[in-house]
């Protein structure tokens, strides 16, 4: 198995271009169900999640074709088309390697009149229900069966229609697949308490190009005017704002400054208030953001919830750079009921680190130290290789799979600002 070896201490110095987010790339992937025309998607992450997604959708019928990037940009370019839709089952051996399959049962239903998806389970960091997911295709009027591990929705016979989905919590799996199911349902369709997730709003644009009516893009109440049908489109992944704030991190542990091409402020505010506030120096250049770290990093106290606020999935991040801050930080997470994973890892690189309930106490301490680390998670294994820059030492992180699903050549990305980081292949 690939691990990743990392003699840490160096500060980063260069660019570091920013490529497509993972998390709007598989909503936006799906909504090629939606059409018999073609949807094409321009800086497409090359990622091991969008390749299972595009395999899912084969099974599905859809063809797919992908060409290389175009001048100026980074991702790839890949064009889907559900011509006819050859099968409404995603199968168990797909789902429960990529939860974000949940993400066809929306649009397949809307599109076919039915839809069977495995239930995706749990995984490192909670169970993962989607209870919410199934209550906003109800609310448009299919009806729900679970059986044998799988969810079965139906259309009625004639076609899914408008009405008010009101969620209870904030979810954006669920908020993207009740846009999804509502864009080809007749008649209007209110989603309250939507997720905000920039993500989200990168999915309605994509779907008004599709020739979906939506309003109230980035609030928290969505009305969609249902169309009979959706036309073919072209359009391009925003950038990851996750992977943006991943290296800003990289930039306050090292020391060092990195100018992260293409990263878009407006999607990321609690991020750069949260690095300003542990002392970053952040500057704001033509389609870049330039974070520079003084060696000095300030304790901070942050909680994770929905966008706006503070993301969860920069918790991992923030607490490997808060590791070795001046103080003490308390970090809280909201979300996800098992997302301290990294703690025992980051421990024994020689962080202090007390985890209480929600809660984990950061006490800073003056340097970490290199050692053999096991990735459990995405986000838990950057926290992993963001420590690893900074310990003194060697640092080894094993299962890196968990890297590839969501870090687009990571090791290329960071040996070009100056790290020593390498993939070892696995005895
Ligand atoms: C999306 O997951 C992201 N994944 C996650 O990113 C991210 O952490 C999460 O949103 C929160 O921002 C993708 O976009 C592919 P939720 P999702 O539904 O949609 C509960 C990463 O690292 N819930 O907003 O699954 C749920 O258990 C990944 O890139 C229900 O109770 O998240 C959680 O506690 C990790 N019932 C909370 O809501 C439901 O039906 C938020 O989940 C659905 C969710």
């Known amino acids: 198995m690939d691990r990743i070896v990392i003699q840490g201490g160096k500060a980063l110095q260069g660019r570091i271009p920013i490529s497509g987010a993972k998390n709007a790339a598989l909503t936006l992937m799906p909504c090629a169900l939606l059409t018999d025309e073609p949807l094409t998607l321009r800086n497409l992450p090359r990622l091991a999640d969008v390749d299972s997604f595009g395999h899912l959708l084969n099974e599905l019928g859809v063809a797919t074709s992908v060409e290389g990037a175009r001048k100026g940009e980074f991702g790839r370019v890949m064009t889907f088309r559900a011509a006819n839709i050859a099968s409404t089952v995603a199968p168990y051996d797909i789902v429960r390697k990529m939860r974000a399959s949940i993400l066809v049962l929306g649009p397949l239903l809307a599109r076919a009149g039915e839809a069977t998806v495995s239930l995706p389970g749990g995984c490192a960091i909670g169970n993962r229900p989607i209870d919410l997911h199934l209550k906003a295709l109800q609310a448009l009027g299919a009806e729900i069966e679970l059986a044998a591990g799988y969810v079965k929705a139906t259309a009625p016979p004639g076609g899914l229609t408008g009405g008010t989905i009101s969620f209870p919590t904030v979810s954006v799996g669920a908020t993207e697949n009740a846009l999804m199911t509502a864009v080809l349902a007749k008649g209007t369709t209110v989603i309250e308490n939507a997720a905000r997730e920039p993500e ?76 300003a506030d542990a002392g970053a120096l952040i500057e704001f250049k033509p389609g870049a953001i330039k974070v520079t770290g003084d060696g000095a990093i300030k304790p901070l106290s942050i909680s994770t919830a929905p966008f706006p606020a503070f993301p969860t999935d920069m918790q991992a991040q923030f607490m490997a750079m808060l590791s070795l801050a001046r103080g003490t930080s308390l970090l809280t997470e909201t979300i996800f009921e098992n997302r301290y994973m990294h703690v025992p890892e980051l421990s024994r690189m020689g962080a202090d680190i007390e985890v209480r309930g929600r809660s984990a106490v950061v006490r800073g301490v003056e340097g970490l130290v290199g050692a053999p680390v096991m990735a459990t998670d995405l986000r838990a294994s950057m926290s992993l290789v963001l420590a690893g820059l900074a310990a003194k030492g060697e640092t080894q992180v094993n299962r890196i799979y968990h890297l590839d699903r969501g870090y687009e050549r990571l090791e290329e990305k960071l040996q070009a600002v100056g790290a020593e980081i390498e993939r070892v292949g696995g005895d």
């Not at 049908?229 to 704002?241: C, E, F, K, S």
Request: aromatic fraction near 2%.
């Open 200 to 275: 989200i709003t990168d999915l309605a644009q994509c779907l008004i190009a599709m020739g979906a009516e939506i309003e109230g893009l980035r609030s928290d109440t969505l009305t969609v005017h249902g169309k009979d049908r959706l036309h073919g489109a072209t359009y391009a992944v925003m950038p990851d704002r996750i992977e943006t704030g991943s290296y800003a991190c990289a930039a306050m542990l090292t020391g060092g400054s990195l100018e992260l091409v293409g990263a878009r402020e407006d999607s990321m505010h609690a991020i750069l208030s949260g690095l």
